[in-house]
């Protein structure tokens, strides 16, 4: 199967690695074998999950550009069926070693391409900007989550990234989907987040998920232990609702548990 999901937004803060960690998450403990790709020279994703990016010894970057192979630096996470490519740091140059490539674009569909069989889903943390290398994680792409906040300015900047979207649909990769647009940050004590959430569905309507993430102060926390918000307190709020979204990516997706590379495999 092996599906591959970017989450995306330019806009910094909006919840995206927070997304890709622990959907990825939710998906693992559903059983689906599954993959996250950090690509975002911050590697808060790689931390996210347990490990140092200082002391990671080959990263995305290196696959990339050095034509390492992925399956060989790929960690496991503790996180049973998780697994992820770490960052690191060297990342930030690869926008400027890629511009002179040939098929600069596809240099990470390249790689994707190598390990696609062993997974049921490849989640891809893309950076809060829309360079060189997030274009190659939606060229890899079958689809992308947008996380949009529940706050103030949510839709700043949307329409630059659907825009983006849709110049690689018609130069890069005509069957780049738009997975759907995620709520993330709601709290509904207050106005404006519940003015938000019915802003975003009046405007984009079915592109949106049904779950919504909530404020949740496991959410922050998790990260800073190393470990998913299930691993970290799998009945926090945080949990449930990205155990919820994994559910409702599956059920959208029309995927059963026995088509997973894990029963297959165990068949």
Known sequence: MGKVISIANQKGGVGKTTTAINLAAGLAVLEFKTLIIDADPQANATSGVGFDHKAVQSSIYDCILNEVKPEDII????????DIIPAHIDLVGAEIELINLPHREQKMKEVID?????????IIDCSPSLGLITVNALTASNSVIVPVQCEYFALEGLGKLLNTIRIVQSNLNPELEMEGILLTMFDKRLRLSNQVVEDVRTHFQDMVFQTII??????????????????????????????????????????????????????
């Not at 190598?114 to 490849?122: A, R, S």
């Open 75 to 82: 960690l496991e996470t503790k996180t049973p069926h998780l």
């Open 214 to 267: 909530a404020r949740n102060t496991t959410l922050g926390e998790a990260p800073s232990f190393g470990e998913t918000v299930i691993m970290f307190d799998a009945e926090s709020r945080g949990a449930q609702n990205y155990l919820d979204m994994a559910r409702e990516l599956i059920r959208k997706n029309n995927i059963r548990k026995e088509q997973s590379v894990l029963h297959t495999t165990k068949a």
């Open 114 to 122: 190598e390990i696609k069989h062993l997974y049921d889903f490849i």
